[in-house]
């Protein structure tokens, strides 16, 4: 086998784990959404979930750091 057919070969099956991953990524997308959907009809504001879920993604010391500066801030501006 030449050796072009084996890199084309070896091509092929990376970009077809890739399109593989992508369609599972669109799903567990489209999971999610759902979950904020009905999250949503429950009565939950998905916008401030969101914003949970990302600050519990972040480290104990980044999310102190921004709160810290985020207070300032409103501080500054008289919204404390």
């Given at each position: ?6 890199a ?56 102190q ?16």
């Amino acid at each position: 086998m030449a050796e072009g057919a084996v890199a084309a070969d070896q091509l092929r099956l990376f970009i077809e784990r890739i399109e593989r991953l992508e369609e599972e990524k669109k799903g567990i997308a489209d999971d999610i959404r759902d979950v904020y959907a009905e999250a949503k009809a429950t009565g939950y504001d998905p916008k401030i979930m969101r914003m949970v879920v990302r600050l519990r993604k972040m480290e104990t010391h980044t999310r102190q750091e921004q709160d810290a500066i985020l207070e300032t801030y409103r501080s500054a501006l008289g919204l404390a």
